[in-house]
T-cell receptor, first 113, second 115 residues
Framework: AQSVAQPEDQVNVAEGNPLTVKCTYS??????LFWYVQYPNRGLQFLLK??????LVKGSYGFEAEFNKSQTSFHLKKPSALVSDSALYFC???????????FGAGTRLFVKA | EAQVTQNPRYLITVTGKKLTVTCSQN?????MSWYRQDPGLGLRQIYY???????DKGDVPEGYKVSRKEKRNFPLILESPSPNQTSLYFC??????????????FGQGTRLTVV
């Protein structure tokens, strides 16, 4: 069965430190991979996506993600965290040629000043 | 401004009373979708629509109906709501459903409580 795993319910990091939010997936073929962020009382906002090519994808607000095909992972990273990055982050996967999108359970990021 | 608009934002209803949550997008997107968000489960897809008059079930379609009579609108219908449908609902749209132009734009969400 297709699935997306975000193994950490919460990630805590100090402001200015690098952050990583993990995502692994089990989807056939070479899927499209996405990261979204959700701020309180808001809908999800697109951060970045992987389609093909370079394994390091750059997105909005200084975020980037590293695709690793052998580990079927797509971890979200930022070199220097900000307090304003505190939010709920979702990894999502869509099979190429398919119409369904599968979301992970979400990881809450807490950045302490 | 490009946006996906859902209404209402908050709704409390009683078991069995039919309700509709509206969703409208102004970006001429072909693909629209409904999700429910529950703690610890993330977002689960309820129904999606590839274009006008074309819809299909997602992972949790039971108890829900949708229609796509116009490109911009994609209402979610609960014919006989039950307490297990208490959730946060999101509508989303994207340019199309299959190509790389598939990042989604989300509405603000509808918090539904069924008592």
């Amino acid at each position: 069965a297709q699935s997306v795993a975000q193994p950490e319910d919460q990630v805590n990091v100090a402001e200015g430190n690098p952050l990583t939010v993990k995502c692994t997936y089990s989807v056939s073929g070479n899927p499209y991979l996405f990261w979204y962020v959700q701020y309180p009382n808001r809908g999800l906002q697109f951060l970045l996506k992987y389609i093909t090519g370079d394994n390091l994808v750059k997105g909005s607000y200084g975020f980037e993600a590293e695709f690793n095909k052998s580990q079927t992972s797509f971890h979200l990273k930022k070199p220097s965290a900000l307090v304003s990055d505190s939010a709920l982050y979702f990894c999502a996967v869509r099979e190429r040629g398919g119409f369904k999108t599968i979301f992970g359970a979400g990881t809450r990021l807490f950045v302490k000043a | 401004e490009a946006q996906v608009t859902q209404n209402p934002r908050y709704l409390i209803t009683v078991t069995g009373k039919k309700l509709t949550v509206t969703c409208s997008q102004n970006m001429n997107h072909e693909y629209m979708s409904w999700y429910r968000q529950d703690p610890g489960l993330g977002l689960r897809q309820i129904y999606y629509s590839m274009n006008v008059e074309v819809t299909d079930k997602g992972d949790v379609p039971e108890g829900y109906k949708v229609s796509r009579k116009e490109k911009r609108n994609f209402p979610l219908i609960l014919e006989s709501p039950s307490p297990n449908q208490t959730s946060l609902y999101f509508c989303a749209s994207s340019l199309d459903g299959r190509t790389a132009n598939t990042e989604a734009f989300f509405g603000q969400g509808t918090r539904l409580t069924v008592v």
